[in-house]
């Protein structure tokens, strides 16, 4: 059967003469861009399934499940649902000339994994997982550089389940935050499917260091949740018990965080065959990405194309060059543990710079550090070694920064 189920009109034309004579290429290839647009294409009903609020209040469907089997009518006046179209597009071949479109769009789309709109959660969660169940069984060996990149970011946004996985824990239980459990798919089979996309990206360091890019963008946000999950929201004074709560969630995360990027880094070992004298020196870059946690300074284009997204949008990649440019060290990941504490309150804000006393690494109003080039860092540096050990950190996150910030030396559980 031919199949003509093709995305709405985008204004390109239906070839990408300069990749694919495929026609569901240059769709493909614009929807990694818009994610509205793949959002629109990939979920098409943008229904989610009505929510029963029984007489307590309580919500009996959660907001974020999506039924993709709710029809639907096409342009052309065809009806079809969300499963069919999913099942259309992966009945076709996709090979080395069309597999980059279409690793692209599902890159894009798996950004809006963990956004604060519980619904686009859910059908961006709902797509993906339909994504990760054909790229668990595609062969990807002669696919291009562009295609594994891709990849990589769609693994990064999959932080959750890798997280899940490498510390022996369920997906999600351990972060109260957005992002919505793929129920279509059994724990075991994401595992699979999960350790056969990072395989098959093993021999691109860029895609590697995508992946550890896409940890610690949820690593991160699963700091600032954990911080803030038993904090008073009414402007109440903090208790020395609330403070030392939140931060031993917040030392959860960021350990947590830095096994999921062992896993990775330790499934793409396996996968080059290489030994433990060469990955020092040749091991793919996901722990060093997964170091300069919030440093990757985030290009205008990416700002734009990832707009209300919230796990690393497919511009916002950094290559393993320009990470390994930053001169990864211990500075990026002491300074997103502190800006999560500080924007917290959890710390003592008098050793910080102010209007008095301004450095470039630190804006005061809004409680944000950057780090992107040589005098930030040099300022941070200085400030870290002459006020880290006053400012409050707990002992446990203290270790933290104190540790080497390649976590190849992590423990993972049996059977990861």
């Not at 830095?258 to 020092?280: F, H, L």
């Amino acid at each position: 059967m031919v199949n003509t189920d093709g995305p709405l009109a985008t204004g390109t034309g239906n070839y990408l003469g300069d990749y694919s004579s495929d026609p569901m290429a240059g769709p493909l290839f614009a929807m990694s861009r818009n994610l509205e647009a793949a959002d629109r294409y990939f979920t098409p009903t943008l229904v989610n399934p009505p929510i029963v609020i029984d007489e307590n209040g309580n919500a009996t469907i959660p907001v974020t499940d999506y039924d993709p089997n709710m029809p639907f009518t096409t342009r052309d006046g065809r009806t079809i649902t969300a499963q069919e179209r999913a099942d259309l597009l992966f009945s076709r071949t996709w090979v080395r000339g069309n597999e980059e479109a279409l690793t692209a769009a599902y890159a894009g789309l798996s950004s809006q994994r963990g956004s604060t709109d519980g619904g686009l959660d859910g059908r961006a969660t709902w797509a993906c997982g339909q994504a990760l169940e054909y790229f668990g069984g595609h062969d990807f060996s002669k696919s291009s550089e562009q295609t594994k990149v891709n990849l990589g970011v769609f693994a990064g946004t999959h932080a959750a389940e890798i997280t899940g996985i490498s510390t022996g824990a369920k997906p999600d239980s351990q972060y109260g935050y957005p992002t919505a459990k793929d129920h279509a798919h059994d724990d075991e089979s994401k595992r699979n499917a999960l350790k056969h996309v990072v395989a098959s990206i093993a021999d691109c360091d860029d895609a590697v260091s995508a992946a550890g890019q896409g940890i610690a963008n949820y690593t991160e946000r699963a700091a600032h949740a954990e911080a803030a999950e038993d904090l008073p929201t009414d402007g109440t004074p903090l208790t020395s018990e609330q403070i030392q709560k939140a931060q031993t969630g917040i030392s959860s995360a960021y350990t947590n965080g830095r096994t999921a990027a062992a896993w990775v880094d330790e499934i793409a070992d396996q996968a080059n065959k290489r030994t433990s004298t060469q990955r020092g020196k040749e091991r793919a870059q996901a722990g060093a990405a997964f170091a300069i946690v919030g440093a990757i300074p985030h290009p205008a284009a990416a700002a734009a194309s990832a707009a209300g997204s919230a796990g690393l949008s497919l511009l916002e990649a950094a290559s393993n060059d320009t990470v390994t440019d930053l001169h990864i060290d211990a500075t990026a990941y002491n300074a997103s543990i502190t800006e999560v504490a500080v924007q917290h309150g959890l710390v003592d804000e008098s050793y910080f710079p102010n209007a008095d006393n301004p450095q470039s690494w630190y804006d005061p109003a809004t409680k944000t550090i950057t780090i992107t080039d040589d005098t930030q860092k040099e300022q941070f540096q200085e400030w870290w070694a002459t006020n880290g050990d006053d400012i409050g950190l707990s002992t446990d996150l203290v270790n933290l920064t104190l540790m080497a910030v390649d976590p190849q030396d992590t423990d993972l559980p049996e059977n990861y």
